[in-house]
């Protein structure tokens, strides 16, 4: 079944265009209504459609289909037990013991929100007694321990069998230096075949910049103009281990631009996309980001500028609504150094203690400054 994504209106106009584009035998399935968020004006309603038509080929879009039905009712699912907990005790932490007390605020100076924080903590609170939190120590080691269970990771990239890894994000947060990191370590380290897909041609000198970096590794580079080029390309290097796809930085609430990024990414259901988002980016701005990007079907996380941040609770944040791994985290500008896989104790130092702290204690993360 060939599956495509449409947007509009209402619903006469988008079957108009299902029917020029896939025929008079597709079949709509899925519908979903959203907000767009527009310019100095209101939101307004919008509809997204899923149709599909058949086709002699295995049903690989089904049950992608069916796989991001279930991530966005997991997604929902998720949201709608954070409302009901908040709801229930609304910003109270007077239940807390008073040590957990004084570490909620602690984890409100870390941009956590309160109300996360004071859940996290209620659960914490079950497993102890308030005697058995009185060593401060042991007291910030198991907490470290619980909320890293609260942050998901991946693993790294498996480079074998034509993976192919397109990358996004907004505009700024390091997508053609990450690219050339990855691709630096996967060639030279791992030994895999490794091709460069860039279809940023908005900027001339991200172009520039790319090929300066697949030139000094010693990897093949193309530039595609289309989103059939793209296919055309991909089925091409199938004989590579790995596929890196960079992306033109976007203002996710341009809703055209993400359009024409989804024509590119859509055109197989194989590609991985990774969404890069900054460290030093707000709470409430990550999670309006992730959404405008769901529409590619963000498959995985990678945070940006560590060493640019001072406070990392938007790690935890975004986490825990969103149900998406962390794949690496980057920590400056330096290639192919600058670049970690991420470890969900170690993101959760981070947000307990800072950067500064881990860095004067010279503990576990050490190598990721």
Not at 104 to 132: H, S
Not at 134 to 148: G, R, T, V, Y
Not at 234 to 261: C, H, Q, V, W, Y
């Amino acid at each position: 079944m060939k599956v495509k994504r449409y947007e509009g209106r209402d619903i006469k106009e988008i079957t108009s265009k299902i029917k020029l584009d896939l025929g008079p035998e597709a079949t709509i399935l899925f519908v979903k209504e959203f907000n767009q968020r527009r310019f100095l004006k209101k939101r307004e309603k919008r509809l997204e459609v899923i149709a599909g038509v058949n086709e002699d080929k295995p049903d690989t879009g089904k049950l992608e289909l069916i796989h991001w039905e279930l991530k966005e009712l997991k997604d929902t699912v998720t949201q709608l037990r954070l409302k009901q907990d908040n709801y229930s005790q609304p910003f109270k932490d007077d239940g807390l013991y008073p040590v957990l007390r004084e570490f909620k605020k602690k984890l409100c100076d870390c941009d956590v929100d309160e109300e996360l924080a004071i859940n996290i903590l209620k659960d914490f609170q079950e497993r102890f007694t308030e005697k058995d939190l009185q060593n401060a120590s042991l007291l910030e080691s198991f907490l470290i321990k619980h909320i890293s269970r609260y942050i998901e990771v991946s693993g790294p990239i498996v480079a074998e069998q034509c993976k192919v890894v397109a990358f996004i994000g907004p505009t700024g947060v390091g997508k053609t230096t990450t690219i050339a990191k990855l691709a630096a370590y996967f060639s030279l380290m791992e030994r895999k075949k490794v091709f460069l897909i860039t279809i940023d041609t908005y900027r001339i000198a991200a172009v520039d910049q790319l090929k300066t970096y697949a030139e000094i590794i010693g990897i093949p580079l193309e530039v595609v103009f289309t989103p059939q080029e793209l296919l055309v390309c991909i089925n091409r290097n199938k004989d590579k281990d790995l596929i890196l796809i960079d992306t033109a930085g976007s203002n996710p609430f341009n809703s055209l631009r993400m359009e024409d990024l989804k024509k590119f990414l859509g055109q197989s259901p194989n590609i991985e996309t990774h969404l890069l988002i900054s460290f030093t980016t707000k709470s409430k701005e990550l999670l309006e980001i992730f959404k405008c990007y769901n529409i590619l079907k963000v498959h995985k996380i990678i945070f940006t500028k560590l060493d640019e941040a001072m406070m990392f609770g938007n790690i935890l944040n975004l986490s825990v609504r969103i149900n998406r791994p962390v794949s690496y985290i980057t920590t400056g500008q330096n290639v192919p150094d600058d670049i970690e896989l991420a470890d969900s104790q170690k993101l959760a130092q981070l947000i307990v203690k800072g950067k500064e702290t881990v860095i004067k204690d010279k503990g576990e993360l050490e190598k990721i400054i």
